[in-house]
């Protein structure tokens, strides 16, 4: 059994930039409520059988609806392609409720939002919950061109509401090529929070740069897994389900989310592959192997807990609050 889903309907359906649409959803019942989210959520659409992918909402907060923002990706693994062409108004789809693996420091002395294409999703829901505070924020839109800019009105409408907020664009096409996130980034005060969401080279660079520019207070959002290195743990694992008050062996072939199900002890799951954090699950005990793309390194290294989607205990026995 995973999660507890939700049946919204599809109530519009726009174009927002070249290849990309928004999709705002309701509840298919007429009385429902969709729970409540934070700036940086994101909800898993299940799409077809086996089909499920995590998009971050956009919109305010306090809305009690959720609208999301989908590029037709050209390296669609599928569901981009689905959102696009298969997708009608008042379709009606599970999804699962609101996850947040991007969270905002909203009491920070500045915050820097850098969205790189349609990563601008979540950092426009930041942008707005910022700007709402009166904060001291930046905003920095980049995308391949003017054209391919996503949700640029709105945030330019947010900028304009709240004079204060300092906008910056950078288009490839007019600079002739990506940002220099070290030279953008550099010079902001010490303690402020640095947030980006984007494609994996520019969130590879802003990593980078906000180590070079010792900023500490580094936060991404990814939208596709992290390509990992061949696994090192490669033998049966030994789990122990403290409890549920039980031990699994876990083959080499089998995730431990599966050999946990197959146990029938219950855990949640949604995407299987590492990103959407709906299998997070505290350790107890033991050496993690972590092969997500949600934790940072550091909260990796702190081994409190793991994603039992893609991870794996390395030696000895794995204890796990399940
Ligand atoms: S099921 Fe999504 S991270 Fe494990």
Not at 25 to 41: I, T, V
Not at 311 to 320: K, Q
């Amino acid at each position: 059994m995973g999660e507890a889903l939700l049946k919204a309907r599809v109530h519009a359906l726009r174009l927002e930039a070249r290849d990309v649409i928004s999709v705002e959803l309701q509840p298919a019942e007429s009385g429902a409520k969709l729970p409540a989210f934070e700036p940086g959520s994101h909800i898993d659409l299940h799409l077809a059988e086996g089909l499920v992918r995590s998009y971050s909402l956009l919109n305010g907060a306090n809305d009690r609806r959720y609208v999301i923002g989908v590029l037709k990706a050209r390296d669609s693994r599928g569901g981009s392609r689905h959102v696009h062409e298969q997708l009608k108004l008042g379709a009606e789809l599970l999804i699962s409720a609101p996850r947040n693996n991007f969270r905002l420091v909203e009491d920070a002395q500045h915050s820097v939002l850098v969205a790189g294409g349609i990563g601008v999703t979540p950092l426009l829901a930041m942008l707005r919950r910022l700007a709402g505070l009166g904060r001291s924020v930046e905003f920095i839109h980049c995308a391949r061109s003017r054209a391919d800019a996503a949700f640029l009105e709105e945030v330019e409408a947010i900028v304009a509401a709240h004079p204060e907020v300092e906008l910056r664009h950078h288009f490839d096409a007019t600079h002739g090529g990506p940002p220099d996130l070290r030279m953008l980034l550099a010079g902001k005060p010490p303690g402020s929070h640095f947030y980006c969401c984007g494609p994996t080279p520019m969130l590879a660079a802003f990593e980078e740069a906000c180590a070079a520019l010792g900023q500490p207070n580094a936060h991404i959002e990814r939208f596709s897994p992290v390509e990992q290195a061949p696994a090192t743990s490669t033998g049966t694992c030994r789990v122990e389900l403290r409890r549920s008050a039980r031990v699994i062996e876990v083959k080499p072939d089998v995730s431990i989310l599966d050999a946990v199900l197959a146990a029938g002890v219950r855990a949640d799951h949604s995407c299987h592959e590492g990103m959407c954090g709906a299998c997070e699950t505290r350790v107890l005990c033991g050496d993690v192997e972590h092969r997500d793309s949600i934790l940072t390194k550091q909260e990796q290294a702190a081994n409190k807990s793991m994603m039992i989607c893609v991870s794996r205990g390395r030696t000895g026995t794995l204890v796990l609050d399940l």
